[in-house]
């Protein structure tokens, strides 16, 4: 399985904008109200860096995924044991992002399917795309419907735009300070932007190694600009109070719309972009935990691994109670205080630190 | 495989409900009715009739008709209006919401939160008070022109110049920042006699706004010409149409605005804070009764010398009469006053109010008179005069 590099930038910019821009603004907004898109420009910064990092780190050992340099580097048992934490991470995803795909289509579509069809489509529709060509579908997938996403925003954002009133961002950095838009900026950047780290393991599968970063920064430095802007556009539309409370805020952007008394209702719009964005971000997660733990346990087909895990997630998507209030607790106990400081950047930079000394050492 | 992909495609079958199995509204009414309860009546099309209506047969029959129900609040409200109809309510559609008089005085917090929650409403719709009757007769008064009366209100509005759909956004925007109080439009039956019946309805007019305070209770309205000033002064007014008397011409003339702005500055001196606002337009006249030759410069400059003086006078009025009167801030003052002075704001904010009865205002206008129409001096005009 190889991907391009073309398609490695899509793939980052797909599975980024959807999930940022439909789930962080809220939150973001309701700590630093109307210099929220501060924060979001920090946290891309932040986000790109993380990029930067892994990226390189991943064209260092170009004929091997993460599991299997961070053996190298590290040696076999402590270097397997730091992936450990990648493996749950990739596990833990899957399950819960099915879960919020599922919640949000039948709030906004489709009131009365029970979410057990829809995981279940969902899951097979996973381990479809894990047969008929692993990583290499994706980022054919990607390839193809990323321009499509990019335009449905841009669409979006256009029809917008006589709605807002850009008096709504002042008074800017007044009314907050440079703690309260840092403190805002860390969920964003902990949660969506840390999460192109995986570029990684997908180093191993390109065609050209030495093109990875600069393609996955860019596909992540699309992906935060179209989220900055999704959040200024956000506080033009609704001022900056409102949208605290809103669960879906860019979504109900695109349900204010109305151009001429005749272009209305292109909220199906943005179903479309969370779709296709949350579906690629789904079968990203989906082929690193396979591969993933086809490599840590030395198995030989790892799409075996699928039909493992599928009952898992299926279970896991179906019996959270209310996926609002899991995702705080893993949110508030696991992702920020674990997952972004150990797996978004202290690992990476280890592995990159001690690499570096090992290569030095080597050479005399 | 194309098997499952194909299997994706048909979840959406779960949720079907066929086109003949919804009832779609357009408008919506909120009253008070008795013992705490409110009233919510809705306006149906009746899809047939719609059809009939096109060809020319438009006298056989209303092309709506009204349905309601009561309870603690609206969910439950709407439970006893299904009761009565044979087919769901579909709201997707629905422009118009309109509340009666009592409930505004009420308050209205207490029933606004379905209206942002509800996955299936749209927030932009027109909000509109209802004086003088209940929501429920104005959605069964009909309008001359208009298929559906509801659609008929949320025009007239923006005929007005006023913010038209908007107008439900504004006031959630305004309800949830502390330098602005809410305002929404108000609408009055129109009737041609004295009895409070069906028959004598005879359509509807915009009368004026109704003025919230903080709590969402209405305390009191601006009427029309004060309504417009009042638009104006946010900038977001569309039309307007300014009649002055020019005195060195004797009587009046009329302007018709192409244009409309308004910019708010506050300064502070001192302990006192002031706000100059300077109204802007550009326009048309239309009617000219004075004697003057308006192919003059000196002529122009005279009319528009005028118009401004009499915008001035009404603005002034408007915000005089809230600063004394209501003492709530509808026009946004605070909130200009944060986004300058950030700092001060915070200091003073918990008690804008207060504050706001204080300020001194100051009005300029800029007016620029672009075309004048057909004719110079007006053509039954005397050769010597």
């Not at chain 1, 749950?88 to 399917?113: C, N, P, Q």
């Not at chain 2, 009046?252 to 502070?268: Q, Y």
Request: proline share 3%; aromatic share 12%.
């Amino acid at each position: 399985m190889k991907i391009s590099g073309k398609q490695i930038f899509w793939m980052m910019f797909t599975f980024e904008v959807g999930n940022s821009l439909l789930l962080t603004l809220s939150s973001t907004i309701r700590e630093a109200k109307q210099d929220a898109w501060i924060s979001m420009a920090i946290a891309g910064l932040v986000g790109v860096a993380i990029t930067f990092f892994a990226a390189t780190l991943g064209s260092q050992y170009p004929n091997q995924t993460m599991i299997e340099y961070s053996q190298t580097i590290l040696g076999k048992w402590f270097g397997k044991l730091l992936m450990i934490s990648y493996l749950l991470l990739w596990y833990s995803a899957v399950g819960i992002i099915i879960r919020e795909f599922g919640d949000f289509m039948i709030t906004a579509l489709f009131h009365k399917t029970p979410l057990w069809i829809i995981v279940f489509t969902t899951i097979l529709l996973l381990i479809f795309l894990m047969y008929q060509g692993g990583v290499e579908g994706i980022g054919r997938l990607s390839e193809i419907i990323g321009p499509i996403v990019l335009l449905m925003i841009t669409i979006i954002l256009i029809l917008a735009v006589k709605d807002m009133d850009w008096h709504y961002i002042l008074p800017i950095y007044q009314d907050t300070g440079l703690s309260t838009i840092f403190k805002a900026s860390y969920t964003p950047m902990a949660s969506f932007f840390g999460e192109s780290v995986m570029i990684a393991m997908f180093v191993f599968f390109m065609d050209k190694p030495d093109q990875s970063p600069s393609r996955a920064m860019g596909g992540i430095g699309l992906a935060v600009s179209m989220v900055i802007i999704g959040t200024l556009a956000v506080i033009f539309t609704y001022g900056p109070n409102l949208p605290s409370g809103m669960l879906y805020a860019f979504y109900r952007m695109s349900r204010f719309i109305s151009v001429m008394e005749f272009i209305q209702n292109v909220d199906i719009l943005i179903v479309i972009i969370w779709f296709f964005s949350i579906f690629i971000k789904l079968a990203l997660y989906t082929f690193l935990a396979c591969y993933g733990t086809a490599q840590w346990c030395h198995l030989k087909d790892w799409r075996k691994v699928v039909w493992f895990l599928a009952p898992i997630w299926f279970i896991m998507a179906v019996k959270i109670k209310n996926i609002f209030i899991f995702a705080q607790y893993f949110d508030k106990f696991y992702l920020l205080p674990f997952v972004f400081p150990v797996n978004m950047v202290g690992i990476p930079l280890l592995l990159l630190a001690v690499g570096w000394i090992r290569r030095k050492y080597a050479k005399t | 495989m194309i098997l499952v992909v194909s299997l994706f495609f048909l979840t959406g079958c779960w949720d079907r409900t066929e086109l003949n199995d919804l009832a779609i509204e357009l408008g919506w009414g909120i009253d008070q009715a008795k013992n705490n309860k409110i009233e919510i009546s809705a306006q149906f099309i009746i899809p047939s009739k719609m059809g009939m209506g096109q060809s020319g047969r438009s006298g056989t029959g209303k092309t709506f008709f009204i349905e309601s129900g009561t309870g603690k609040d609206t969910l439950e409200a709407v439970q006893m209006m299904q009761t009565k109809l044979s087919r769901e309510v579909f709201r997707g559609h629905r422009r118009v919401i309109v509340i009666g008089e009592q409930l505004a005085r009420n308050g209205l917090a207490p029933i606004l939160d379905t209206y942002s929650r509800d996955p299936d409403i749209r927030i932009r719709a027109d909000a509109l008070i209802v004086k003088g009757g209940t929501a429920k007769e104005f959605l069964e008064a009909s309008s001359p022109l208009e298929d559906i009366p509801a659609l008929g209100a949320l025009k007239e509005h923006r005929q007005m110049g006023g913010l038209g759909d908007m107008s439900f956004l504004h006031f959630l925007i305004a309800a949830t920042s502390d330098g602005t109080s809410p305002t929404l439009p108000v609408i009055a039956i129109n009737r041609s006699s004295k009895q409070p019946n069906q028959k004598s309805m005879r359509g509807f007019q915009i009368v004026n706004t109704a003025i919230f305070n903080k709590d969402l209770k209405m305390i009191g309205f601006l009427n029309v010409k004060e309504s417009t000033s009042y638009y104006w002064i946010i900038n977001r007014l569309t039309k307007q149409t300014l009649t002055a008397n020019v005195p060195q011409g004797n009587r009046t003339a009329s302007l018709f605005f192409t244009k409309l702005g308004s910019k708010i500055n506050p300064s502070i001196q001192g302990h006192n804070i002031k706000f100059d606002i300077v109204l802007s337009g550009e326009g048309i006249i239309r009617e000219n009764n004075t004697n003057l030759d308006l192919t003059r410069p000196k002529n122009l400059t005279l009319l528009e010398h005028a118009f401004e003086e009499k915008a001035i006078k009404q603005a002034l009025q408007t915000i005089d009469r809230v600063q004394k009167q209501y003492g709530t801030d509808i026009f946004g003052l605070g909130e200009v006053f944060h986004q300058k002075y950030p700092s001060q704001w915070k200091e003073i904010k918990t008690n804008w109010a207060k504050q706001f009865q204080k300020v001194q205002v100051t009005v300029h206008a800029n007016l620029t008179i672009r075309r004048v129409g057909l004719s110079g001096p007006s053509l039954l005009l005397k050769k010597n005069e």
